[in-house]
């Protein structure tokens, strides 16, 4: 996906992913209607982003009229603080708080 917000191009192709969070596990898989995901991606240029993606029925997700039905969604967001980026994924021993994000 690429997207530019105030001048600047987040492209996940041409990026690097530093960390991911996601509901995959044994209940969930990517192409599952609730499915979801939130990755930290670096531009060369330094600037950092969340791409966010979300299956038709996960909270990402969202109804669209013109199909009549629920779809995927994505999103890209500037990061200001990547380092607060993964502070609030994470729990005091490291591990990721996937459940509740």
Not at 69 to 77: G, H, M, P, Q, S
Request: aromatic letters at 20%.
């Amino acid at each position: 996906m690429i997207k530019v917000i105030d001048g600047h191009r987040y492209n996940t192709d041409k990026s690097v992913k530093v960390a991911m969070v996601s509901n995959f596990g044994p209940d969930c898989y990517p192409d599952d209607a609730g499915y979801w995901e939130r990755d930290l991606f670096v531009t060369q240029a330094g600037y950092y982003f969340e791409y966010t993606f979300g299956q038709g029925m996960s909270k990402f997700g969202g109804y669209s009229d013109e199909f009549n039905c629920y779809c995927a969604n994505e999103f890209i967001t500037p990061v200001d603080d990547p380092d607060y980026w993964i502070d609030s994924y994470q729990d005091d021993e490291g591990f990721w708080k996937n459940d509740e994000i």
